[in-house]
Structures are given as structure tokens and as C-alpha cells.
């Protein structure tokens, strides 16, 4: 009897020990590389118009005099363009870096490029999941999925950004069944435990 038990809790957990990338299966979507360049292209596009004026050049009047602008100028708009770039660069690299997986009844979240910041949620704890969406983000198409514990620092950290509309419904329905998955088994072992001792 108790190796039948025994063997049973060893399968339920096997099942619980599992492994799996779950980035691969809902990738993020390379629109968020659009998303985190829109506020430094308005920001840079407005200070290099303020630069132009400032140059007392209408740059409306002739297309021109924006191939005459001075040398100052032009130096502040290859510093810009290199602003850009280099964001540009950076909104890939964080887009690649980001990892979200399940292993051994966990949620596990890494975000980072330099410096890894990683959130480990147990599948007992998580309560909600949820996608929210900014002006910017409905603009673009995009979701971002939240992922709420019992602790309130799980809303800040455990998010997962730049999601389309089928793959975060796909990540929700399948974060949520495994959610439920771990609890039935989880219940299931206390349950056959339980009997063990009756």
C-alpha cells in the first residue's frame, strides 16, 4: 500500500516537474521594438524642429535650406540619428533577453540585458491573469499580460509586454489551465497523503 502510494505521488509529481519555454510557444511580437521607439522619435523629431527655428531657418518655406542647415546643427541631427540607433538596438536586445518559462511548478520570468531581474511565481499562487493595453499599445496591435500573486510586487514585475491579441489570449488560457492543472494535481497528492494515515 504504501508503495502504491508512494509510486502514485512520484507520477504526480513527475507531472508537476515540468519544463517548458513558454517564449517560444507566444513569442513577443517585434511591434514592441515600435512601441519603444515611438516616444524617442516624437521627443528627438520635436527637438530638432526647436533646433531648426532656433536657427531661424523655416524649414516649411524651401526643402532646401534643410540640406543647407549649419554644421552645428547637422551634428545635432547625427547625434539624434545615433540616439535612435542606439535604442534601437537596445529595444532589440531587451526584446531578445526577455525569457518567461514554467519549470517545476513555477512561472519564471527573466527581464534585463546587462542586469537579469527574475521573478520566480509559483502556479499555487497566482490568482490572475490579465492583459492591459496603453494608447499606444491599441495603436500598434499589441497586449501586455499581467500576472497577479497574492504579493503586490508581482503587478509591477510580472508583466510580459508586446504581445498580439491571439498569443496573449493563447498565454492567458494556457497560464491559467496550468494553473489549475498544478492545483488538481497538487490537491490530488494531499488528498492520496492524507488517506495514507485515515
Known sequence: MDNEINNTESKLRSGLVRSQDLKSRFPISTRIILKQLFPW???LALLVVFAVKLNS?????????????????EAFVAFVLIVLFVKA???????????YRIEEGHLKLSKGILIRDTGIYPLSRISDVYCKRSLLDALLGLHCLVICTATPLSVNFAQIPGLTSNVAEGLSEFLLSSVEDYQLR???ISAKKGSKFV
Open 186 to 188: 497538487y490537491n490530488d
Open 41 to 43: 522619435v516624437m521627443i
Open 57 to 73: 531657418r523655416d524649414i516649411f518655406s524651401d526643402f532646401n535650406t534643410i540640406l543647407d542647415l549649419d554644421i552645428e546643427l
Open 89 to 99: 538596438i537596445y529595444s532589440i536586445l531587451y526584446r531578445h533577453r526577455i525569457s
